[in-house]
């Protein structure tokens, strides 16, 4: 089975419509099973993403900028964190908050775009998986591939759980695997490599090595977790309670921003029951002008009514004299001729 073949035929499947992932991963499957059964098999065993994972891929395909940013973002974060920094956590912070929005209508309109739409709660399980992004290397790199599975999370203190996160993980790109290494390498793993009598780095494997384990001789962990990117060794995390503070102060900053925006909040509700009451009053002034006009206008209807049958009556009187006045001339006329 080729990797390269796995991967080429995952990209399409995870690149294509969520309603449409199972009936496509059977074709692909039927498509390369007379040439390679256990590539078909590969490609049958490869899981469908939540709804709120599969928002995030297409994101990753169609808007890597997207992605870009954050990752930036979130390398900055990681550093302020490092060295403790609180003022620019804070400010970090703040700017992640707005980032994550955007970012979330951004993939709220790419997924109508590919023919689906998101709901508050699966919009909430991309923004929790973005920030995560931003949390942890690792949780970049799967959010990256364009193969992810399922939703991350982040708590701020320990590693994104990237179990079963991500279609293929050992196949994913290398390069993310540098930026980690280079980024929180700790000075224990940049030591001078040894080397044996041969000229061979001690912690390069031989090629005798390398093809033994690419013919499978040696076991393999039974749950592989983003090898790609662990392949490096991690860089030694701050001690536990420089973490911790490191979380809190932006915890801290986070329930700071929470309290002015929740103070504003107050003031816009304490103005908009102020001009309810103004309404309501103007309100119940308007009515009583309408029941005023209406009793006018009830009245008006009435001695219209009046009026016109008084008009008609008149009328009627008026012809009836005009008649008799017509009779009266003519007996005058007959009795002058005789």
């Known amino acids: 089975m080729e990797d390269e073949a796995l991967a080429d035929i995952a990209d399409r499947l995870y690149a294509g419509a969520l309603d449409n992932f199972v009936s496509a991963r059977a074709a692909a499957a039927k498509e390369v099973a007379h040439r390679d059964e256990d590539l078909a098999a590969a490609v049958r065993g490869l899981p469908k993403p939540s709804v709120a994972a599969w928002a995030v891929n297409m994101l990753a395909r169609h808007r890597p900028d997207v992605l870009a940013e954050l990752g930036e973002l979130g390398e900055r974060m990681r550093s302020a964190q490092d060295s403790l920094d609180a003022p620019a956590l804070r400010e970090l912070g703040r700017e ?11 993939a709220r309109s790419v997924a109508r775009e590919q023919g689906r739409s998101i709901s508050d709660t699966m919009a909430s399980d991309v923004e929790e998986t973005l920030r995560a992004l931003t949390a942890d290397q690792g949780a970049a790199s799967a959010v990256g591939s364009g193969r992810l599975l399922k939703v991350l999370s982040a708590d701020g203190v320990n590693d994104v759980d990237l179990e079963g996160a991500v279609a293929l993980p050992g196949l994913l790109p290398a390069r ?20 044996t ?9 031989s090629a005798k090595t390398r093809t033994t384990a690419a013919l499978g001789s040696e076991p393999k962990p039974d749950k592989p977790r983003l090898e790609a990117v662990r392949q490096t060794p991690r860089a030694a995390s701050p001690p536990a309670l420089e973490r911790a503070r490191a979380a809190l102060a932006e915890a801290q900053a986070a329930e ?18 102020s001009r309810i009451v103004e309404l309501q009053q103007e309100t119940a002034e308007l009515r009583a002008r ?38 009266a001339q003519e007996r005058v006329l007959r009795l002058d001729n005789h």
């Open 197 to 205: 009598s041969r000229g061979q780095s001690a912690r390069e494997p």
């Open 290 to 327: 309408l029941k005023s006009a209406e009793e006018s206008l009830e009245r008006a209807r009435k001695q219209v009514a009046g009026t016109s049958a008084e008009a008609k009556q008149a009328k009627r009187a008026a012809e009836k004299a005009s008649r008799t006045a017509m009779l």
């Open 256 to 273: 700071g921003e929470a309290s002015r925006l929740a103070a504003e909040l107050q003031e816009q509700e304490e103005q908009t029951r």
């Open 176 to 195: 993310s695997t540098e930026d980690a290494g280079a980024a929180r390498r700790a000075p224990e793993t940049t030591a001078p490599k040894t080397t």
């Open 96 to 106: 992640r908050r707005t980032m994550l929005a955007d970012a979330v209508d951004t």
